[in-house]
């Protein structure tokens, strides 16, 4: 929780302790849960492999300059410094503290559109 409000800046929408809590920023809803609440046969509990392994989440926001600031702010580790990609748009990379790559992007959604 820490990591998505304080360092990513998201919003709040629902909270409860160790349950199903709901963060916003701009259009993005992330929803997570301690994994201690999962059966041992829910298909999101990790079995012998790493948390994250293999899976990039990518989150579009509208003005990618202020959250990466934000997260240099926090002095939160940067996987892979802002910067413009081969396909056009802006974006940066870090890990989350359950070690999810997660790339922070411009949203491809411009004015006029």
């Known amino acids: 929780m820490d990591f998505y409000t304080r360092v990513l800046g998201f ?9 199903y809590s709901v ?3 701009d259009g993005v809803l992330i929803a997570l849960q301690d994994q201690s609440q999962l059966s ?3 298909p999101l509990k990790p079995h012998n492999r790493a ?3 293999g899976i990039e989440i990518v989150i579009e926001v509208v003005d990618v300059d202020s959250v990466y600031s934000q997260v240099q702010r ?4 940067i996987a892979d410094t802002l910067a413009r ?3 056009g748009l802006r974006d940066f990379r870090v890990l989350d503290p359950n070690g999810f790559y997660i790339r922070i992007t411009e949203t ?6």
């Open 11 to 19: 919003e709040t929408v629902t909270f409860q302790p160790d349950a």
């Open 23 to 25: 963060f916003r920023k």
């Open 40 to 42: 041992d046969d829910h």
């Open 51 to 53: 948390v994250g392994l």
């Open 74 to 77: 926090e002095n939160w580790g």
């Open 85 to 87: 990609r081969p396909w």
């Open 108 to 113: 491809t959604v411009f004015e006029g559109e």
